[in-house]
């Protein structure tokens, strides 16, 4: 018995979607262990003629976080579109106990806040902001 060429297509379409949605499930499963629930995201706004700096700012914190506070790394983008000369960081975590653990630990250390002494003047005043966005179940 032969097949027509969009019925076999159908098939093997249908046999796919199987595949994948099998694949994802079983995925799910096992990424669910370690998903991340919230996302810290802080963005500010380049002050005019401090891009470098602020570039340079940027690259020098996202750096120090991500080797010393390997368990939340940090990354780091530049607006495109739309408020342009914003950096942008995020950072996932587990849950709110580890949001709170990691600011907690944060404040406390000297080579953070050494850096952090170093944004004055960088970002316009006032445009620094954080959100804490929480996955949706």
């Not at 005019?48 to 914190?61: C, N, P, V």
């Not at 975590?93 to 406390?108: H, I, N, P, W």
Request: net charge neutral; no cysteine.
């Amino acid at each position: 018995m032969q097949i027509h060429p969009r019925k076999q297509l159908l098939l093997i379409f249908i046999g796919l979607i199987l595949v994948f949605t099998f694949y994802g499930l079983t995925a799910t499963a096992a990424e669910e262990k370690t998903q991340t629930k919230v996302r810290l995201h802080r963005s500010a706004r380049i002050s005019d003629g401090m891009t470098r700096q602020a570039f340079k700012f940027a690259e020098e914190i996202t750096d120090y976080l991500n080797a010393k506070y390997p368990q939340h790394p940090v990354t780091v983008y530049l607006e495109a579109f739309g408020a342009v000369g914003t950096i942008h960081w995020f950072v996932d975590y587990r849950d709110l106990a580890a949001v709170e653990r990691s600011a907690a630990e944060l404040f406390s250390d000297p080579g953070y806040l050494a850096i952090l002494g170093k944004a004055p003047g960088l970002f316009i005043e006032g445009s620094m902001r954080d959100t804490l966005l929480m996955q949706m179940p």
